[in-house]
């Protein structure tokens, strides 16, 4: 017989879910059940075509993964964000997102999750489930080609172009997040959406981020790793 969490780990790999980076570690005796709610012990959503099992660490003795433990990162450009990243947007938590997350895994193309970070932080602590990774210089036109950024509006978000302007009537709600409270990258991206005229009630910001949700010991799926 297999032991608590990898009992539980195996099972869910057999059903052909994976349990993304929750299921690393051995189980503890004692530990009582972590559930997302009271009522909500995981949530199954699609993560590249795959089933991906949103739970928390069962282990109750896990801690925050150190790349989240620090408390003062330099100041700029890793400076507090406001509560709210622009007017009309909603700033959301961890469980407005996974019903986001439950829309998108119910093939409701109108919503998209996106993960602002650039690349090596998503090799680090890996990519929340059912979200896509558009890094933030994409959309920066700093950083990135006035052309790629109009085809990301186009192809990706759903915008149409009508001459220099642009129709949002189609386009995607567009859920943000980066690394947290101390992370500017997903409100820059948020306002530039706005300067070019994208519906800010379109525009959702998880707040908290990677941080947050990893403070919260809620599945991440690995990136750029065998």
Known sequence: MLPGRAFRCFALRAA?????A??????VAGDKPVGITADQ??????????LFRIIRDQDNQAEVDPDYALTSRPCPP????????????????????LEYLKRITRRDDSVMVVDSREPDWLKRSGIIPGAVNIPWTRLHPAHGDVQSIAETLELTFGAARTGVLWNFENAKTLVFYCNGIWCG???TNIRQLLALGYPPHKLKWYRGGMQAWKSLGLSTVPVGKP
Not at 16 to 20: D, H, K, P, R
Not at 22 to 27: D, H, L
Not at 41 to 50: I, N, S, T
Not at 78 to 97: K, S, Y
């Open 16 to 20: 052909g879910i994976v349990a993304a």
């Open 22 to 27: 929750t299921c690393i570690g051995g189980a």
């Open 41 to 50: 012990p995981y949530l199954d959503v699609v993560h590249e075509g795959r």
């Open 78 to 97: 890793f400076c507090v964000q406001p509560m709210q990243a622009a007017p009309g947007v909603e700033t959301i938590g961890e469980l407005e997102l």
């Open 185 to 187: 990258q997903s409100p």
